[in-house]
Protein backbone atom coordinates (compact mmCIF):
# COMPACT_ATOMS: atom_id res chain seq x y z
CA UNK A 1 0.00 0.00 0.00
CA UNK A 2 1.52 3.40 -0.23
CA UNK A 3 0.33 6.65 0.61
CA UNK A 4 0.09 10.00 -1.16
CA UNK A 5 -0.67 13.36 0.47
CA UNK A 6 -2.63 15.81 -2.36
CA UNK A 7 -1.32 18.98 -2.91
CA UNK A 8 -3.71 21.73 -2.72
CA UNK A 9 -3.76 23.27 -5.89
CA UNK A 10 -6.35 26.53 -5.10
CA UNK A 11 -5.27 29.65 -6.99
CA UNK A 12 -7.91 31.87 -4.92
CA UNK A 13 -4.54 34.81 -4.15
CA UNK A 14 -5.48 38.04 -6.18
CA UNK A 15 -5.01 37.37 -9.93
CA UNK A 16 -4.70 39.34 -13.40
CA UNK A 17 -8.14 38.82 -15.08
CA UNK A 18 -9.04 39.87 -18.65
CA UNK A 19 -12.91 40.57 -18.71
CA UNK A 20 -13.73 40.36 -22.52
CA UNK A 21 -17.43 41.53 -23.51
CA UNK A 22 -18.26 40.44 -26.80
CA UNK A 23 -21.78 42.19 -28.26
CA UNK A 24 -24.84 40.00 -27.31
CA UNK A 25 -27.93 41.64 -25.24
CA UNK A 26 -26.63 39.27 -22.46
CA UNK A 27 -23.34 41.92 -22.12
CA UNK A 28 -25.41 43.26 -19.32
CA UNK A 29 -24.44 40.35 -17.52
CA UNK A 30 -21.00 40.84 -17.72
CA UNK A 31 -21.48 43.80 -14.94
CA UNK A 32 -22.22 40.84 -12.49
CA UNK A 33 -19.58 38.73 -13.38
CA UNK A 34 -16.93 41.38 -13.09
CA UNK A 35 -18.25 42.52 -9.88
CA UNK A 36 -17.58 38.98 -8.42
CA UNK A 37 -14.21 39.15 -9.07
CA UNK A 38 -13.38 42.53 -7.71
CA UNK A 39 -15.20 42.18 -4.80
CA UNK A 40 -13.43 39.43 -3.76
CA UNK A 41 -9.96 41.35 -4.44
CA UNK A 42 -9.09 40.66 -8.63
CA UNK A 43 -7.59 42.96 -10.63
CA UNK A 44 -9.80 42.94 -13.36
CA UNK A 45 -9.37 44.79 -17.41
CA UNK A 46 -12.63 45.05 -19.26
CA UNK A 47 -12.32 44.78 -22.63
CA UNK A 48 -15.62 44.80 -24.77
CA UNK A 49 -15.66 44.57 -28.16
CA UNK A 50 -17.46 47.65 -30.39
CA UNK A 51 -20.51 45.80 -30.72
CA UNK A 52 -20.58 45.14 -26.74
CA UNK A 53 -20.40 48.81 -26.15
CA UNK A 54 -23.74 48.81 -28.54
CA UNK A 55 -25.64 47.15 -25.57
CA UNK A 56 -23.56 48.36 -22.26
CA UNK A 57 -21.47 51.61 -22.71
CA UNK A 58 -17.80 52.46 -21.73
CA UNK A 59 -18.53 54.08 -18.17
CA UNK A 60 -20.44 51.29 -16.80
CA UNK A 61 -16.93 49.22 -17.41
CA UNK A 62 -14.91 51.90 -16.09
CA UNK A 63 -16.74 52.82 -13.16
CA UNK A 64 -17.15 48.78 -11.90
CA UNK A 65 -13.69 47.77 -12.76
CA UNK A 66 -12.24 51.33 -11.63
CA UNK A 67 -9.74 51.13 -14.72
CA UNK A 68 -10.01 52.74 -18.32
CA UNK A 69 -12.05 50.95 -20.97
CA UNK A 70 -10.75 50.63 -23.90
CA UNK A 71 -12.03 48.54 -27.19
CA UNK A 72 -9.37 49.32 -30.03
CA UNK A 73 -5.54 48.89 -30.38
CA UNK A 74 -5.12 52.39 -31.00
CA UNK A 75 -5.54 53.90 -27.82
CA UNK A 76 -2.98 54.19 -25.29
CA UNK A 77 -0.36 52.72 -27.83
CA UNK A 78 3.07 53.80 -26.20
CA UNK A 79 2.12 50.96 -23.44
CA UNK A 80 1.27 48.08 -26.12
CA UNK A 81 -1.83 47.22 -24.88
CA UNK A 82 -2.67 44.41 -27.52
CA UNK A 83 1.02 42.52 -26.33
CA UNK A 84 0.95 43.70 -22.55
CA UNK A 85 -2.72 42.60 -21.45
CA UNK A 86 -3.05 39.15 -22.51
CA UNK A 87 1.11 38.25 -21.36
CA UNK A 88 0.49 40.08 -17.72
CA UNK A 89 -2.66 38.29 -17.35
CA UNK A 90 -3.71 35.02 -15.09
CA UNK A 91 -6.93 34.54 -16.77
CA UNK A 92 -8.99 35.45 -19.82
CA UNK A 93 -12.82 35.24 -19.51
CA UNK A 94 -15.16 36.80 -22.64
CA UNK A 95 -18.52 36.34 -21.39
CA UNK A 96 -20.76 36.57 -23.70
CA UNK A 97 -19.11 35.07 -26.36
CA UNK A 98 -21.03 35.79 -29.44
CA UNK A 99 -21.03 33.37 -32.45
CA UNK A 100 -18.91 35.71 -34.27
CA UNK A 101 -16.88 36.15 -31.24
CA UNK A 102 -16.09 32.61 -31.64
CA UNK A 103 -15.61 32.77 -35.28
CA UNK A 104 -12.55 35.55 -34.98
CA UNK A 105 -11.36 33.86 -32.25
CA UNK A 106 -11.22 30.46 -34.00
CA UNK A 107 -9.38 31.90 -37.17
CA UNK A 108 -6.45 33.98 -34.99
CA UNK A 109 -8.23 37.14 -36.02
CA UNK A 110 -6.10 40.38 -34.24
CA UNK A 111 -8.58 43.06 -35.63
CA UNK A 112 -9.36 44.44 -32.45
CA UNK A 113 -7.97 44.69 -28.68
CA UNK A 114 -9.80 41.58 -27.37
CA UNK A 115 -8.80 39.27 -29.77
CA UNK A 116 -5.39 40.33 -30.02
CA UNK A 117 -5.23 39.99 -26.32
CA UNK A 118 -6.33 36.49 -27.00
CA UNK A 119 -3.66 35.27 -29.28
CA UNK A 120 -0.81 36.86 -26.48
CA UNK A 121 -2.88 35.27 -24.06
CA UNK A 122 -0.72 32.04 -22.66
CA UNK A 123 -2.75 31.83 -19.17
CA UNK A 124 -5.91 29.94 -19.16
CA UNK A 125 -8.65 30.63 -21.13
CA UNK A 126 -12.57 30.49 -20.79
CA UNK A 127 -14.88 31.44 -22.98
CA UNK A 128 -19.04 31.81 -22.01
CA UNK A 129 -20.97 31.35 -25.21
CA UNK A 130 -24.21 33.26 -25.52
CA UNK A 131 -26.90 33.30 -28.52
CA UNK A 132 -29.84 31.84 -30.32
CA UNK A 133 -29.93 27.92 -30.58
CA UNK A 134 -29.64 27.80 -34.34
CA UNK A 135 -26.41 29.68 -34.79
CA UNK A 136 -25.27 27.56 -31.39
CA UNK A 137 -25.73 24.06 -33.56
CA UNK A 138 -24.33 25.42 -37.05
CA UNK A 139 -21.89 23.50 -38.12
CA UNK A 140 -19.62 26.73 -38.50
CA UNK A 141 -19.82 27.49 -34.73
CA UNK A 142 -19.83 23.59 -33.83
CA UNK A 143 -16.75 23.36 -35.79
CA UNK A 144 -15.35 26.68 -34.52
CA UNK A 145 -16.10 25.12 -30.82
CA UNK A 146 -14.30 22.00 -31.46
CA UNK A 147 -11.05 23.97 -32.66
CA UNK A 148 -11.13 26.29 -29.53
CA UNK A 149 -11.56 23.17 -27.10
CA UNK A 150 -8.42 21.30 -29.03
CA UNK A 151 -5.98 24.00 -28.04
CA UNK A 152 -7.27 24.34 -24.26
CA UNK A 153 -9.51 26.63 -24.64
CA UNK A 154 -12.61 26.14 -21.88
CA UNK A 155 -15.57 26.49 -24.27
CA UNK A 156 -18.82 26.52 -21.70
CA UNK A 157 -22.08 24.91 -22.98
CA UNK A 158 -24.81 27.44 -22.61
CA UNK A 159 -27.61 27.13 -20.26
CA UNK A 160 -31.05 26.27 -21.71
CA UNK A 161 -33.80 28.88 -21.38
CA UNK A 162 -35.58 32.34 -22.28
CA UNK A 163 -33.47 33.81 -25.47
CA UNK A 164 -34.18 37.36 -26.20
CA UNK A 165 -37.20 37.18 -27.90
CA UNK A 166 -40.06 34.73 -27.10
CA UNK A 167 -38.35 31.95 -28.34
CA UNK A 168 -36.79 29.04 -25.96
CA UNK A 169 -33.97 27.03 -25.98
CA UNK A 170 -30.12 26.06 -25.62
CA UNK A 171 -28.14 29.23 -25.96
CA UNK A 172 -28.47 31.33 -22.85
CA UNK A 173 -25.14 32.69 -20.92
CA UNK A 174 -24.96 30.41 -17.88
CA UNK A 175 -25.50 32.03 -14.40
CA UNK A 176 -22.63 35.14 -13.72
CA UNK A 177 -21.98 33.10 -10.44
CA UNK A 178 -21.54 30.08 -12.29
CA UNK A 179 -18.92 31.33 -14.86
CA UNK A 180 -16.99 32.85 -11.67
CA UNK A 181 -16.68 29.64 -10.06
CA UNK A 182 -15.98 27.87 -13.57
CA UNK A 183 -13.17 30.51 -13.67
CA UNK A 184 -11.85 29.70 -10.36
CA UNK A 185 -11.58 25.92 -10.62
CA UNK A 186 -9.64 26.62 -14.15
CA UNK A 187 -7.60 29.07 -12.24
CA UNK A 188 -6.99 25.83 -9.62
CA UNK A 189 -6.36 23.45 -12.13
CA UNK A 190 -3.81 25.74 -14.12
CA UNK A 191 -2.06 25.93 -10.93
CA UNK A 192 -1.50 22.47 -10.43
CA UNK A 193 0.09 22.12 -14.22
CA UNK A 194 3.23 22.95 -16.24
CA UNK A 195 2.11 26.21 -17.60
CA UNK A 196 3.94 25.45 -20.64
CA UNK A 197 1.46 22.69 -21.28
CA UNK A 198 -1.89 24.16 -22.58
CA UNK A 199 -3.88 20.96 -23.09
CA UNK A 200 -3.17 19.51 -19.78
CA UNK A 201 -5.04 21.91 -18.07
CA UNK A 202 -8.05 20.43 -20.08
CA UNK A 203 -7.01 16.69 -19.20
CA UNK A 204 -10.30 15.48 -19.56
CA UNK A 205 -11.67 16.82 -22.80
CA UNK A 206 -13.80 14.99 -24.97
CA UNK A 207 -14.36 12.57 -22.11
CA UNK A 208 -18.08 12.40 -20.82
CA UNK A 209 -18.64 12.02 -16.85
CA UNK A 210 -21.51 11.08 -14.78
CA UNK A 211 -21.41 12.68 -11.22
CA UNK A 212 -24.49 12.37 -8.47
CA UNK A 213 -25.14 14.99 -6.00
CA UNK A 214 -27.69 15.78 -3.04
CA UNK A 215 -29.81 13.60 -1.01
CA UNK A 216 -32.82 11.65 -2.23
CA UNK A 217 -36.41 11.40 -1.48
CA UNK A 218 -38.80 8.71 -0.45
CA UNK A 219 -42.46 10.15 -0.48
CA UNK A 220 -44.90 8.43 1.89
CA UNK A 221 -47.34 10.99 0.50
CA UNK A 222 -47.31 14.44 -1.27
CA UNK A 223 -45.80 16.53 1.57
CA UNK A 224 -44.00 13.99 3.53
CA UNK A 225 -40.88 11.94 2.71
CA UNK A 226 -37.97 10.26 4.27
CA UNK A 227 -34.71 12.15 3.32
CA UNK A 228 -31.40 13.07 4.38
CA UNK A 229 -29.01 16.35 5.28
CA UNK A 230 -26.67 16.01 1.38
CA UNK A 231 -26.38 19.41 0.30
CA UNK A 232 -25.23 18.25 -3.04
CA UNK A 233 -21.95 21.03 -2.08
CA UNK A 234 -19.31 18.31 -3.02
CA UNK A 235 -21.13 16.82 -6.30
CA UNK A 236 -21.58 19.90 -7.75
CA UNK A 237 -17.91 20.88 -6.89
CA UNK A 238 -17.00 17.63 -9.08
CA UNK A 239 -19.54 18.84 -11.97
CA UNK A 240 -17.42 22.06 -11.57
CA UNK A 241 -13.84 20.61 -11.66
CA UNK A 242 -14.65 18.41 -14.46
CA UNK A 243 -15.89 21.33 -16.58
CA UNK A 244 -13.27 23.10 -16.02
CA UNK A 245 -11.28 20.38 -17.26
CA UNK A 246 -13.29 19.88 -20.33
CA UNK A 247 -15.30 17.11 -19.76
CA UNK A 248 -18.73 17.00 -21.09
CA UNK A 249 -20.47 16.45 -17.84
CA UNK A 250 -23.76 15.02 -16.82
CA UNK A 251 -25.13 16.17 -13.20
CA UNK A 252 -27.82 14.47 -11.66
CA UNK A 253 -28.50 15.65 -9.01
CA UNK A 254 -31.68 15.12 -5.86
CA UNK A 255 -33.22 17.80 -4.33
CA UNK A 256 -30.46 20.55 -3.90
CA UNK A 257 -31.19 24.55 -3.69
CA UNK A 258 -27.62 24.83 -5.68
CA UNK A 259 -27.13 26.75 -9.30
CA UNK A 260 -26.72 24.16 -12.35
CA UNK A 261 -22.91 24.86 -12.90
CA UNK A 262 -21.77 26.59 -15.91
CA UNK A 263 -21.75 23.89 -18.93
CA UNK A 264 -23.12 21.41 -17.24
CA UNK A 265 -26.17 19.08 -17.75
CA UNK A 266 -28.00 19.05 -15.44
CA UNK A 267 -30.49 16.18 -14.50
CA UNK A 268 -33.22 16.83 -11.44
CA UNK A 269 -33.78 13.33 -9.71
CA UNK A 270 -35.98 12.75 -6.37
CA UNK A 271 -36.17 9.21 -5.45
CA UNK A 272 -33.25 6.24 -5.78
CA UNK A 273 -35.38 4.85 -8.18
CA UNK A 274 -35.34 7.83 -10.31
CA UNK A 275 -31.62 8.49 -9.42
CA UNK A 276 -31.00 4.91 -10.36
CA UNK A 277 -32.36 5.42 -14.05
CA UNK A 278 -30.75 8.63 -14.68
CA UNK A 279 -27.62 7.84 -13.76
CA UNK A 280 -27.28 4.20 -15.53
CA UNK A 281 -28.66 5.74 -18.86
CA UNK A 282 -25.98 8.30 -18.70
CA UNK A 283 -23.40 5.71 -17.77
CA UNK A 284 -23.72 3.67 -20.79
CA UNK A 285 -21.65 6.52 -23.21
CA UNK A 286 -20.08 7.89 -19.70
CA UNK A 287 -15.92 7.29 -19.06
CA UNK A 288 -16.10 8.07 -15.40
CA UNK A 289 -19.32 8.01 -12.58
CA UNK A 290 -18.76 9.29 -9.85
CA UNK A 291 -22.06 8.44 -7.16
CA UNK A 292 -21.42 11.65 -4.60
CA UNK A 293 -25.41 11.91 -4.06
CA UNK A 294 -26.36 9.96 -0.47
CA UNK A 295 -28.94 7.99 -2.11
CA UNK A 296 -32.01 6.71 0.81
CA UNK A 297 -31.52 3.00 1.20
CA UNK A 298 -34.79 2.68 2.03
CA UNK A 299 -38.36 3.40 1.10
CA UNK A 300 -41.94 3.27 2.09
CA UNK A 301 -43.35 0.08 0.63
CA UNK A 302 -46.45 1.94 -0.06
CA UNK A 303 -46.92 5.54 -1.14
CA UNK A 304 -50.14 7.97 -1.04
CA UNK A 305 -51.15 9.67 -3.41
CA UNK A 306 -53.48 11.85 -1.27
CA UNK A 307 -51.97 13.58 2.30
CA UNK A 308 -52.17 11.13 4.82
CA UNK A 309 -54.68 12.73 7.31
CA UNK A 310 -54.46 12.15 11.51
CA UNK A 311 -56.54 10.33 13.14
CA UNK A 312 -59.15 11.28 16.04
CA UNK A 313 -58.01 8.66 18.42
CA UNK A 314 -54.61 9.11 17.91
CA UNK A 315 -53.43 5.85 16.04
CA UNK A 316 -50.74 5.70 13.70
CA UNK A 317 -49.95 3.42 10.90
CA UNK A 318 -46.63 2.26 10.77
CA UNK A 319 -44.53 2.49 7.89
CA UNK A 320 -43.15 -0.43 6.38
CA UNK A 321 -39.95 0.03 3.75
CA UNK A 322 -38.31 -2.36 1.71
CA UNK A 323 -34.87 -1.79 0.34
CA UNK A 324 -33.63 0.52 -2.13
CA UNK A 325 -31.17 -0.80 -5.47
CA UNK A 326 -27.70 0.22 -4.64
CA UNK A 327 -26.77 1.83 -7.78
CA UNK A 328 -22.84 2.36 -6.99
CA UNK A 329 -22.14 -1.54 -7.05
CA UNK A 330 -24.85 -2.17 -9.93
CA UNK A 331 -22.63 0.59 -11.34
CA UNK A 332 -19.41 -1.31 -10.40
CA UNK A 333 -20.72 -4.93 -11.24
CA UNK A 334 -22.67 -4.41 -14.62
CA UNK A 335 -19.84 -1.69 -16.32
CA UNK A 336 -21.52 -0.42 -18.77
CA UNK A 337 -18.41 0.52 -20.52
CA UNK A 338 -15.10 -1.26 -20.59
CA UNK A 339 -12.41 1.16 -19.05
CA UNK A 340 -15.04 3.09 -17.47
CA UNK A 341 -13.98 4.54 -13.70
CA UNK A 342 -16.72 4.39 -11.09
CA UNK A 343 -16.06 5.98 -8.01
CA UNK A 344 -17.95 5.74 -4.91
CA UNK A 345 -17.96 7.44 -1.82
CA UNK A 346 -17.95 6.53 2.48
CA UNK A 347 -19.07 8.50 5.18
CA UNK A 348 -17.57 6.49 8.22
CA UNK A 349 -17.05 6.73 11.86
CA UNK A 350 -15.62 3.48 12.76
CA UNK A 351 -16.96 1.93 15.36
CA UNK A 352 -15.79 -1.59 17.47
CA UNK A 353 -15.10 -3.73 13.95
CA UNK A 354 -13.01 -1.43 12.49
CA UNK A 355 -11.48 2.11 12.21
CA UNK A 356 -12.83 4.79 9.82
CA UNK A 357 -10.04 3.71 6.82
CA UNK A 358 -10.76 -0.21 7.70
CA UNK A 359 -14.18 0.34 7.38
CA UNK A 360 -14.08 2.00 3.69
CA UNK A 361 -11.29 -0.69 2.65
CA UNK A 362 -14.09 -2.93 3.42
CA UNK A 363 -16.90 -0.71 1.59
CA UNK A 364 -14.64 -0.61 -1.34
CA UNK A 365 -14.12 -4.36 -1.81
CA UNK A 366 -17.92 -5.08 -1.12
CA UNK A 367 -19.18 -2.74 -3.61
CA UNK A 368 -16.34 -2.98 -6.81
CA UNK A 369 -15.57 0.47 -7.37
CA UNK A 370 -12.22 1.65 -8.39
CA UNK A 371 -11.78 4.29 -6.11
CA UNK A 372 -13.37 5.54 -2.71
CA UNK A 373 -13.42 8.64 -0.97
CA UNK A 374 -13.99 8.57 2.61
CA UNK A 375 -14.82 10.80 4.80
CA UNK A 376 -14.18 10.63 8.40
CA UNK A 377 -18.32 12.11 10.02
CA UNK A 378 -16.94 11.49 13.36
CA UNK A 379 -17.05 14.87 13.76
CA UNK A 380 -20.63 15.41 12.04
CA UNK A 381 -18.85 17.91 9.98
CA UNK A 382 -19.26 17.75 5.88
CA UNK A 383 -22.63 18.01 5.72
CA UNK A 384 -23.32 21.42 4.11
CA UNK A 385 -19.92 22.46 4.94
CA UNK A 386 -17.63 24.15 2.15
CA UNK A 387 -15.06 22.30 2.80
CA UNK A 388 -13.98 18.76 2.73
CA UNK A 389 -11.25 16.67 3.96
CA UNK A 390 -10.70 13.06 2.64
CA UNK A 391 -8.92 9.56 2.16
CA UNK A 392 -8.94 8.70 -1.60
CA UNK A 393 -8.64 4.80 -1.60
CA UNK A 394 -7.65 3.23 -4.62
CA UNK A 395 -8.46 -0.94 -5.47
CA UNK A 396 -4.91 -0.93 -6.53
CA UNK A 397 -4.21 -0.15 -2.71
CA UNK A 398 -3.27 3.55 -3.11
CA UNK A 399 -4.16 6.12 -0.93
CA UNK A 400 -4.28 9.79 -0.94
CA UNK A 401 -4.57 12.02 1.60
CA UNK A 402 -6.60 15.44 1.24
CA UNK A 403 -6.46 17.69 4.03
CA UNK A 404 -9.19 20.04 5.04
CA UNK A 405 -9.16 22.65 2.21
CA UNK A 406 -12.68 23.85 -0.41
CA UNK A 407 -14.46 20.94 -1.71
CA UNK A 408 -12.91 22.51 -5.63
CA UNK A 409 -9.37 20.98 -3.99
CA UNK A 410 -10.77 17.29 -3.08
CA UNK A 411 -12.64 17.76 -6.40
CA UNK A 412 -9.73 17.71 -8.37
CA UNK A 413 -7.85 15.19 -6.57
CA UNK A 414 -10.82 12.65 -7.24
CA UNK A 415 -10.50 13.61 -10.72
CA UNK A 416 -6.02 13.48 -11.23
CA UNK A 417 -6.83 9.84 -9.18
CA UNK A 418 -9.60 9.10 -12.31
CA UNK A 419 -7.76 10.65 -15.02
CA UNK A 420 -4.48 7.96 -14.05
CA UNK A 421 -7.01 5.27 -14.36
CA UNK A 422 -8.98 6.35 -17.38
CA UNK A 423 -8.15 4.37 -21.02
CA UNK A 424 -5.67 6.17 -23.01
N1 LIG B 1 -25.01 4.37 -2.81
C1 LIG B 1 -25.71 3.94 -3.93
N2 LIG B 1 -26.97 3.44 -3.79
C2 LIG B 1 -27.53 3.33 -2.58
C3 LIG B 1 -26.81 3.75 -1.43
C4 LIG B 1 -25.55 4.26 -1.59
O1 LIG B 1 -25.21 4.05 -5.03
N3 LIG B 1 -28.75 2.83 -2.47
C5 LIG B 1 -23.66 4.90 -3.01
C6 LIG B 1 -23.43 6.32 -2.51
O2 LIG B 1 -23.65 7.27 -3.53
C7 LIG B 1 -21.95 6.29 -2.11
C8 LIG B 1 -21.73 4.84 -1.70
O3 LIG B 1 -22.80 4.10 -2.24
O4 LIG B 1 -21.13 6.54 -3.21
C9 LIG B 1 -21.62 4.56 -0.23
O5 LIG B 1 -22.82 4.74 0.40
P1 LIG B 1 -23.05 4.21 1.90
O6 LIG B 1 -24.39 4.65 2.32
O7 LIG B 1 -21.90 4.58 2.75
O8 LIG B 1 -22.97 2.65 1.65
P2 LIG B 1 -23.84 1.50 2.20
O9 LIG B 1 -23.65 0.34 1.28
O10 LIG B 1 -25.24 1.96 2.42
O11 LIG B 1 -23.10 1.17 3.55
P3 LIG B 1 -23.53 1.40 5.07
O12 LIG B 1 -24.14 0.15 5.46
O13 LIG B 1 -22.22 1.70 5.74
O14 LIG B 1 -24.48 2.57 5.10
Not at 40 to 45: E, L, R
Not at 129 to 156: I, Q, S
Not at 256 to 269: E, F, I, K, Q, S
Not at 296 to 301: T, Y
Request: aromatic share 4%.
Amino acid sequence: MSTTRASDPVADAPTRVVLGVAGGIAAYKAAELLRRFTESGHDVTVVPTAAALEFVGAPTWAALSGKPVHTRVWDDVHEVPHVRLGREADLVVVAPATADFLARATHGRADDLLTSTLLTARCPVVLAPAMHTEMWEHPATVANVATLRDRGVVVLEPASGRLTGADTGKGRLPDPSEIFEACLDLLARSAAVDPADLSGRTDLAGRHVVVSAGGTREHLDPVRFLGNASSGKQGYALARAAAARGARVTLVAANTALADPAGVDVVPVVSTADLRDAVLTAAKEADAVVMAAAPADFRPLAHSSTKIKKRADGTVDPVHLEQNPDVLATLAHDRARSGQVVVGFAAETGDETGTVLELGRAKLARKGCDLLVVNDVGGGAVFGADDNEAVILAADGTEVLVPRAAKRVLAHAIWDQVSLRMDS
